[in-house]
């Protein structure tokens, strides 16, 4: 079993619909949470990261973990063309090493 | 903006060639990470770095990868002798100290071994 498991997708949503992302861990020492962001042939993107339980909020961009289920979520209000991309969950693991699940391609259709 | 730069962008070589790849990090930052990510999959960090010294490099195959950073700053990643499963994209990212939860990613070098 992977550390950090995600759906490959493609998730294909129309625009301005509500995106739901979502990851699921199996090590219960994460605390750090992170959503990347990656376009096609570029490098991965830090769009934001949570500590613990909890929700952040960043624009159109919300976060949230559940340390109970081992879950986390990406939701994206608004979606937009744009925000076509693959998005990774990454967790920081003991020894301060990034561990990424396999991320979830995502198609906005205008 | 700052930003990590690879080279190449794109390379393809015959399987049992050498290969290398060059990294400069964002002005500052002394963590230095190279990565690899096979089509399809999130990046795998290979090797760490914290200025020229090696932090972490339990996942990089040394038999044939070998990675350096002789004085802190750009670093060299290379595979010699190439082999076919070696295709994938090499990703440098680097963070300040201690600061291993935002780390930023440069484009990348897609390796393309025939």
């Known amino acids: 079993q992977k550390e950090v498991e995600q759906d490959p997708g493609p998730l294909s949503v129309p625009e301005g619909a509500i995106v739901s992302l979502n990851c699921t861990y199996s090590n219960s020492a994460f605390q750090y949470f992170m959503w990347y962001r990656q376009y096609s042939r570029k490098g991965p993107e830090l769009l934001m990261y949570t500590y613990s339980s909890g929700n952040k909020e960043d624009g159109r961009f919300t976060a949230q973990v559940d340390k109970s289920s081992k879950y986390i979520s990406l939701f994206i209000r608004d979606s937009q063309p744009s925000d076509s991309a693959t998005y990774l969950c990454a967790n920081i693991n003991a020894g301060n090493m990034l561990t990424f699940g396999g991320g979830t391609r995502l198609m906005v259709k205008p | 903006e700052a930003e990590v730069a690879q080279s190449p962008r794109y390379k393809i070589t015959e399987k049992s060639q050498a290969v290398a790849f060059w990294c400069d990090p964002i002005?500052?930052?002394?963590?230095l990470y190279w990565y690899r990510q096979i089509l399809g999959q999130g990046p795998e960090l290979l090797v760490q770095f914290q200025d020229e010294s090696v932090v972490d490099d339990s996942q990089l195959p040394k038999d044939r990868f070998s990675a350096e950073r002789l004085k802190g700053v750009d670093s060299t990643l290379k595979i010699q002798p190439a082999e076919l499963g070696d295709s994938a994209m090499y990703l440098c990212?680097?963070?300040?100290?201690?600061?291993?939860?935002?780390?930023?990613f440069g484009p990348g070098t897609r390796l393309t071994v025939l």
């Open positions: 002005s500052g930052h002394a963590t």
């Open positions: 990212a680097s963070s300040l100290p201690d600061s291993w939860v935002e780390q930023f």
